[in-house]
């Protein structure tokens, strides 16, 4: 089955500089990769997903890469504020139309720490 | 719209007991998951239903069990609580899969086996 590693597990950055998580998994079939937000004590909120025949995505100050050679994704948050402290969650997933149920395998998480 | 739903919020379980977790999504989605969150990981899953009468096994089912007799409602039953089964569920359900089919999680069930 999918394993996807999760590094690193903590990250701490002063408010306006950038943050970035890096994920790999291990199914090369693998073509879905959303991220999850998980406030304290929260349920998960996803914030982003990428397919794997897009190369990169943004949204604000949110992006994901896509490197589908090498197996892994990253996302990069910009100009932090402490607001984006929380954990955050690479998964990934087989999405072959209806072959599949849309499963989920999830990194570890990454605590996001933003100090103003 | 409530999305998900899942009741109790926390419960402290003897080892042995039994209980059931609800969860009860207002969407109309067919996909519907449950996930366990043990402290400092990832979630993982136990069980997942593609629509009412239909479920299949996820990463750890062992321990579980579920049924989806509705659209709205997938219950995660407990046999013979476990010290291992100590953790956040979390219930899930998206209307498909992959892109554009976010699935939208409950807020958890806090359950501690003592």
């Known amino acids: 089955g999918e394993n996807v590693e999760q590094h690193p597990s903590t990250l701490s950055v002063q408010e306006g500089d950038s943050a970035v998580i890096k994920c790999t998994y291990s199914d090369s079939a693998s073509n879905y990769f959303p991220w999850y937000k998980q406030e304290l004590g929260k349920r998960p909120q996803l914030i982003i997903d990428i397919r794997s025949n897009v190369g990169e995505k943004k949204d604000q100050r949110i992006a994901v890469t896509l490197n589908k050679t090498a197996k892994h994704f990253s996302l990069h948050i910009t100009e932090t504020q402490p607001e984006d402290s929380a954990v955050y969650f690479c998964?990934?997933?087989?999405?072959?139309?209806?072959?599949?149920?849309?499963?989920?395998?999830f990194g570890q998480g990454t605590i996001l720490t933003v100090h103003p | 719209n409530a999305g998900v739903t899942q009741t109790p919020k926390f419960r402290i379980l003897k080892i042995g007991q039994s209980m059931t977790l609800q969860c009860t999504q207002d969407m109309n989605h067919n996909y519907m998951y449950w996930y366990r969150q043990d402290p400092g990981m990832g979630l993982k899953l136990i069980y997942y239903?593609?629509?009412?009468?239909?479920?299949d096994k996820g990463e750890v089912p062992n321990g579980y069990n579920v049924s989806r007799s509705t659209t709205e409602d997938f219950p995660l039953r407990l046999e013979l609580a476990a010290p291992s089964q100590t953790s956040v569920y979390f219930c899930?359900?998206?209307?498909?899969?992959?892109?554009?089919?976010?699935?939208?999680f409950g807020p958890g069930t806090r359950l501690t086996v003592l």
């Open positions: 239903s593609v629509g009412a009468g239909i479920t």
């Open positions: 899930a359900s998206s209307r498909g899969t992959g892109i554009g089919n976010e699935q939208f």
């Open positions: 998964a990934a997933s087989r999405y072959a139309g209806g072959t599949s149920y849309g499963k989920l395998t």
